[in-house]
């Protein structure tokens, strides 16, 4: 009760700001209108336009969430419609700077000095101001030039209230909308609240920062600056200051020198890497995050929004993608079937025939014109008629292609930065899917057998020994503790078989 008196008094609140921006009526309700209108007591609606940017200045100011959940709302297509998503997608992760004082006490509290002993100086004027946090730029007391983010004071404990009201609202949809099961809400708000919890959590922005620096080691057209360990904890970071020029400013990139081509090739190529080389992408590359150095290479900042797509899901976008760019609609349909993502009681000629009329307009558009992102998106609404679930990895992942098909349009709108990948997503199929591959996971799966059979020799001695004894009782779960689940470990089928051969021949020898 006091959690659902809590939540409603949050929603009322939450509705009067909706109603003031006009964007409560945008709900499809009964009597949205008249709700709003009277919640805004007859004063005319305080924004004007379509119907999302109505809703995103509500977001605005409703605060951080709401900020981070409108951002999360523009990559469901599915939910909000693609003219919304598109408005949503350009809401500014801006807030008015908090004080400097208590940035400085913040620093103090987490690294437990004086600031004068961390920093020789420390800019009071913030470069940057977010919904989570600050940037400040300073020098080290060693002479390093860094910049210093700041969490901001008490943004915790909002996350917490607002997330909660997002988790019971879903849980209440799930309740009482059977037919909108199928989007996961629930699922959503928890994946949401897991990646705000990591973006709470400098460290884990910082560890984040390190694991793609890692990646891309020995790659000079790709940076991610250094993190200054000493200088970090929970509510602080301390990156090395990145100097360049945003990557979709083209006229300065062309006065400073620069091939815009080169560095839209440099930025298909990273893009690629991060996805199916590695899995492990940032998934807030917009223009204020990405810079182009003096040797006209790429520096990335912001690792607040990672995302990972595991190998199995690789495979399936390489396909699909490869599917689409062939006009093999049939492909893209049995590989969503393979990966389970349709269930296999559907139609996969009716799913060829969707992926036929979604790819067409877009594909048979000029080469610079056609857009990835936008077909995943428009794939992902077609999902309620083949009960296809939503997959929140897949939907982080437009996000980020959406944005990155942006910037290469920016540098170059002749050029499809997805042609220019092209070659490298055909390579990594081949190496991945090609006979090559499955001859590596089978020797791979072979290698894995032989570094288990100490163990198993071992216990094939014990077990021996108890025969010896008087017998054992091998029972199911001990056979499976003994040779492993052979589906997951890719044990081949006679190691089973060689073991109660060894069995038979202890028994006979005693």
């Not at 004063?43 to 004007?48: D, E, H, I, L």
Request: a neutral charge; glycine letters at 8%; proline letters at 5%.
């Amino acid at each position: 009760m006091i959690r659902a008196a809590r939540n409603l008094h949050r929603l009322l609140a939450i509705a009067r700001v909706l109603a003031r921006h006009d964007a409560l009526s945008i709900a499809d309700l009964p009597m949205a209108g008249l709700v709003s209108a009277a919640l805004r007591f007859g004063r005319r609606p305080a924004t004007v336009g379509r119907p999302g940017e109505r809703l995103a200045d509500a977001l605005s100011e409703l605060g951080p969430t709401f900020i981070k959940l409108g951002q999360a709302l523009s990559t469901r297509a599915d939910l909000v419609g693609e003219e919304m998503a598109a408005d949503l997608s350009h809401l500014q992760d801006r807030l008015p700077p908090f004080p400097a004082k208590d940035a400085r006490r913040i620093i103090v509290e987490e690294l437990g000095r004086p600031v004068s002993e961390i920093f020789s100086s420390f800019d009071d004027e913030p470069v940057a101001a977010a919904s989570i946090a600050q940037v400040h730029f300073a020098i080290t007391t060693e002479g390093a030039e860094v910049a210093v983010k700041v969490l901001r004071p008490r943004v915790a404990e909002a996350f917490r209230r607002d997330i909660d009201l997002l988790g019971w609202l879903a849980e209440w949809v799930e309740l009482t909308q059977p037919r909108l099961r199928r989007l996961r809400l629930v699922d959503s708000v928890r994946t949401f609240a897991e990646s705000v919890a990591l973006e709470m959590d400098l460290r884990f922005e910082a560890a984040a920062a390190a694991e793609l620096a890692e990646n891309f080691a020995g790659d000079e057209t790709f940076r991610v600056p250094a993190v200054d360990w000493l200088r970090t904890g929970k509510r602080v970071m301390t990156l090395e200051r990145v100097y360049g020029i945003p990557v979709d400013e083209r006229e300065r990139l062309i006065e400073a020198g620069h091939d815009v081509d080169v560095i839209l090739r440099k930025a298909a190529e990273v893009f690629f890497n991060m996805v199916f080389r590695d899995g492990f992408f940032h998934a807030d590359m917009h223009p204020g995050n990405l810079f182009v150095d003096a040797g006209g290479n790429l520096v990335a900042v912001d690792f607040g929004i990672m995302g990972r797509v595991e190998q199995r899901t690789r495979r399936f976008l390489g396909e699909m993608l490869i599917g689409f760019l062939n006009g093999n609609y049939r492909r893209v349909a049995e590989v969503h079937f393979e990966a389970g993502y349709v269930p296999a009681d559907k139609s996969v000629d009716a799913f060829t025939q969707a992926s036929r009329s979604i790819a067409e307009p877009i594909l048979g558009r000029p080469l610079h014109e056609i857009s990835v992102a936008r077909l995943l998106g428009q794939l992902f609404e077609v999902t309620e008629t083949f009960a296809m679930e939503t997959q929140p990895q897949l939907l982080l992942l437009q996000k980020s292609m959406l944005v990155a098909e942006g910037i290469g349009r920016r540098l170059d709108p002749t050029v499809n930065m997805w042609q220019l990948a092209r070659p490298l997503i055909e390579s990594w199929m081949r190496r991945n899917l090609g006979p090559e591959a499955r001859l590596r996971d089978m020797a791979m799966g072979a290698l894995g057998s032989f570094e288990r059979l100490p163990r198993l020799l071992a216990e094939l001695e014990k077990s021996v020994a108890m025969l010896a004894e008087g017998g054992i009782r091998l029972r199911p779960e001990t056979l499976r503790e003994i040779v492993g689940d052979r589906r997951a470990r890719r044990i081949p089928g006679w190691v089973p078989w060689l073991i109660a051969a060894a069995l038979a021949v202890g028994v006979a020898l005693k």
